[in-house]
């Protein structure tokens, strides 16, 4: 039985792209498309930015190739896969960035690990994080366990991310995201957003 999403506190709850970037989104993207996702994030994303929410869009980069992980593994890079872009690590258009969103560099999967942004989210009194991106079983799965570990709430909204397999994408959603936070939608999101903000009202 899911736990309900009664109105989301927008002073103590921040949002968290990862990685809607031209050298991403690139990438074919299961069970939906790296486009549907950036069409769904950046709805997610101007809702929050509407009601001047924290809203933080990570993106991965590298300078000279020495500061990413590059680790002797089994299995090749599914992220060297994709075709090359111009600009790789600028975040896509659709979403942009203005001069509130809160932009982070990260040069791993996970949002925390390296940057400030536990800093930041603790100095906002932020307890709650939404996530969305791609991908699911990578930058947003390691974010979430990250998160998680930091003893944040975490809502996850599902159809604003994509993995690179339809294995890799329902194996977390079923096993993993449920264990650590709350699964809703876009829609059930704002939704929250807005009863939250007509409770004020009445």
């Not at 809607?20 to 790296?34: A, D």
């Not at 000279?64 to 090749?76: A, E, F, Q, R, W």
């Not at 294995?167 to 009863?195: A, M, Q």
Request: proline letters at 3%.
């Amino acid at each position: 039985m899911m736990n309900e999403l009664k109105g989301l506190n927008l002073e103590s709850t921040a949002l968290i792209a990862i990685d809607l970037q031209n050298g991403v989104v690139t990438l074919q993207g299961e069970p939906y498309s790296t486009a549907e996702i950036v069409a769904k994030a950046a709805k997610l994303i101007n809702a929050f930015r509407e009601k001047e929410a924290f809203v933080a869009l990570l993106r991965v980069t590298s300078k000279d190739g020495k500061d990413i992980l590059n680790p002797v593994t089994d299995s090749p890079s599914q992220f060297r896969s994709g075709t090359p872009s111009k600009n790789p690590s600028e975040i896509v258009s659709e979403i942009g960035v203005t001069e509130n969103d809160f932009f982070i560099t990260k040069h791993q999967w996970g949002a925390f690990y390296g940057t400030d942004l536990d800093l930041q989210l603790r100095r906002r009194g932020i307890d709650t994080i939404v996530l969305c991106g791609i991908a699911t079983g990578y930058g947003v799965d390691t974010t979430a366990r990250e998160a998680y570990q930091h003893g944040y709430n975490q809502v996850f909204a599902i159809d604003a991310m994509t993995g690179l397999s339809l294995e890799e994408h329902d194996y977390v959603l079923k096993y993993i995201f449920p264990k650590i936070g709350r699964l809703r939608t876009v829609d059930e999101i704002i939704d929250s957003i807005s009863n939250k903000e007509k409770s004020k009202e009445m």
